[in-house]
């Protein structure tokens, strides 16, 4: 079982940054798949970006060159790097993990652009 803990999000004014973290930690070996979803009110939860244990990399089409993933495969962490945020943006930011899907989340972290 993975438990994933997300740290990072905040109140932000449009044009601003964020940096969000999820740490992983449980009985496995590694994690083949990580990855971002949020669930804005109103609105169905929708993916943001996933990538896999060697690099490779999905990002939905409205945050392609503002938003960037990454993680650090030794400590089991994934981070998403908001730049340029949006009001838009506005949603309950969860991590996830799993092997060919996202099947084990967070608790979520609230990501708000406002001025």
């Known amino acids: 079982q993975v438990q994933l803990v997300e740290s990072g999000g905040g109140l932000v004014q449009p044009g601003g940054s964020l940096r969000l973290s999820c740490a992983a930690s449980g009985g496995f070996s590694s994690i083949h798949l990580m990855g971002w979803h949020r669930h804005a009110p109103g609105k169905l939860r929708e993916w943001v970006a996933t990538?896999?244990?060697?690099?490779?990399?999905n990002y939905r089409d409205n945050v392609k060159g503002r938003f960037t993933i990454s993680r650090d495969n030794a400590k089991n962490t994934v981070f998403l790097q908001m730049n340029n945020l949006k009001p838009e943006d506005t949603a309950v930011y969860y991590c996830g993990a799993g092997d060919s899907t996202l099947t084990s989340w967070g608790q979520g972290t609230q990501v708000t652009v406002s001025s």
């Open positions: 990538i896999t244990r060697d690099g490779n990399i």
